[in-house]
């Protein structure tokens, strides 16, 4: 008597089950790369409109905005930044207020030096981020450490404290 097969096997359905998971697998490793891909190329345009908001500023007015030279975030006095070690600065949102529509944000993850914003000082003395680095007005902005630290187009080498690179990126004098 000849049986005839109605369905699949448990071994074919496991198989095919297995090779599902796998493809699905490598779709999440490749996905979650080009989101932090992504996450950069928007870190980086952010930190191109600060830099062009700036240089507007500088040309308007002859200087760069006052910070006093400390580390201030682009955001209110309010709000504080870098795993809560700076604030914010009123008077800088007001005198970039008329270069910048917004502030942008970082997205990084909680907890991270950084969480929230970039940081931005009008003055730093000739040597005061390392040897050679000239003096002026720098920003500090993040890149996610799966990217190579080439990429901090930056005059001294990126600091690496935790999931992200922390670029230093000269302004002018």
Same mark, same amino acid.
């Given at each position: !008597?000849?049986?005839?097969? #109605?369905? *699949?096997?448990?071994?074919? #359905?496991?198989?095919?089950?297995? $090779? $599902?998971?796998?493809?699905?697998?490598?779709?999440?490793? @490749?996905?979650?790369?080009?989101?932090?891909? +992504?996450?950069?190329?928007?870190?980086?345009?952010?930190?191109?409109?600060?830099?062009?908001?700036?240089?507007?500023?500088?040309?308007? %007015?002859?200087?760069?905005?006052?910070?006093?030279?400390?580390?201030?975030?682009?955001?209110?006095?309010?709000?504080?930044?870098?795993?809560?070690?700076?604030?914010?600065?009123?008077?800088?949102?007001?005198?970039?207020?008329?270069? !910048?529509?917004? *502030?942008?944000?970082? %997205?990084?993850?909680?907890?991270?030096?950084?969480?929230?914003? $970039?940081?931005?000082?009008? *003055?730093?003395?000739?040597?005061?981020?390392?040897?050679?680095?000239?003096?002026? +007005?720098?920003?500090?902005? +993040?890149?996610?450490?799966? !990217?190579? +630290?080439? !990429?901090?187009? @930056?005059?001294?080498?990126?600091?690496?404290?935790?999931?992200?690179?922390?670029?230093?990126? *000269?302004?002018?004098?």
């Amino acid at each position: !008597m000849k049986y005839k097969q #109605l369905g *699949f096997t448990l071994i074919e #359905l496991l198989v095919v089950i297995s $090779i $599902i998971g796998m493809l699905a697998a490598i779709v999440l490793v @490749s996905l979650n790369s080009a989101r932090g891909k +992504a996450r950069d190329s928007r870190r980086q345009a952010d930190r191109k409109q600060v830099h062009t908001a700036l240089n507007l500023y500088y040309n308007d %007015n002859g200087s760069w905005p006052s910070t006093a030279g400390a580390w201030k975030c682009l955001a209110p006095t309010s709000e504080l930044c870098w795993a809560n070690s700076y604030s914010g600065s009123d008077a800088l949102i007001t005198a970039l207020q008329p270069y !910048m529509a917004s *502030f942008p944000t970082n %997205n990084a993850t909680s907890g991270t030096y950084a969480y929230n914003r $970039i940081l931005y000082t009008s *003055f730093i003395a000739a040597g005061g981020l390392g040897t050679g680095s000239p003096a002026g +007005a720098y920003l500090i902005w +993040a890149m996610e450490n799966t !990217m190579p +630290a080439s !990429m901090c187009n @930056s005059t001294r080498p990126p600091d690496h404290y935790d999931a992200y690179w922390y670029c230093y990126e *000269f302004i002018g004098q």
